[in-house]
């Protein structure tokens, strides 16, 4: 039986949007106030599945690149498979972790460095410009950097106004 309420009446629901509304303004705050934090788990949450979902290709590299038994010999499944078992420290009958640590392996450091640059390029973009630099052991602020504004003049082209053939 379909209760006889109307579809768009939010009544008690009414209370879990208020408290998605304020865990998203909660998220919101900490990305504000931790811009690197967030960078680096952003890059992080992209490149770990970005890495995995490429691994079978690093694999494939590695075992061309001559790592593991096979040396450069193989090609197609038969070398993503031999790469990312040499990348797992070896087979499962070897004792190593086989593919799925190869996997692991390329997963972890493909989360790790996108996890770096995520953080290092907004540290680098929300450094001032304004830099201090040590002159014979002495912190020394250097000077801000001028802008200076030219003019510029449009150029015409006779045939073409606003960017189209005339």
């Known amino acids: 039986m379909i209760p006889d309420r109307n579809f768009y009446d939010l009544g008690a629901n009414m209370s879990l949007f208020n408290y998605l509304g304020d865990k998203l303004s909660e998220a919101v705050d900490f990305v504000a106030d931790n811009p ?4 680096v788990a952003a890059g992080v949450a992209i490149g770990g599945p970005a890495a995995w979902a490429v691994a079978p290709a690093i694999g494939a590299m590695a075992s061309a690149a001559g790592l593991g038994v096979a040396a450069g010999s193989l090609s197609g499944a038969a070398a993503s498979s031999a790469g ?3 990348l797992g420290g070896g087979s499962l009958a070897a004792g190593g972790l086989g ?3 190869g996997t692991a392996v390329v997963t972890a450091a493909g989360a790790a460095g996108a996890g770096a640059l995520g953080g290092g ?4 973009i929300s450094t001032p410009s304004t830099r201090s630099k040590q002159v014979a052991g002495k912190a020394v602020a250097a000077k ?3 802008v200076v504004a030219t003019k510029t003049t449009k150029v015409n082209r006779p045939g073409f106004r606003g960017g189209c053939l005339v």
């Open 84 to 86: 990312l078992a040499a």
């Open 99 to 101: 593919m799925a640590g």
């Open 121 to 124: 390029a907004v540290k680098l």
């Open 144 to 146: 801000p950097i001028k």
């Open 36 to 39: 690197i934090k967030s960078a």
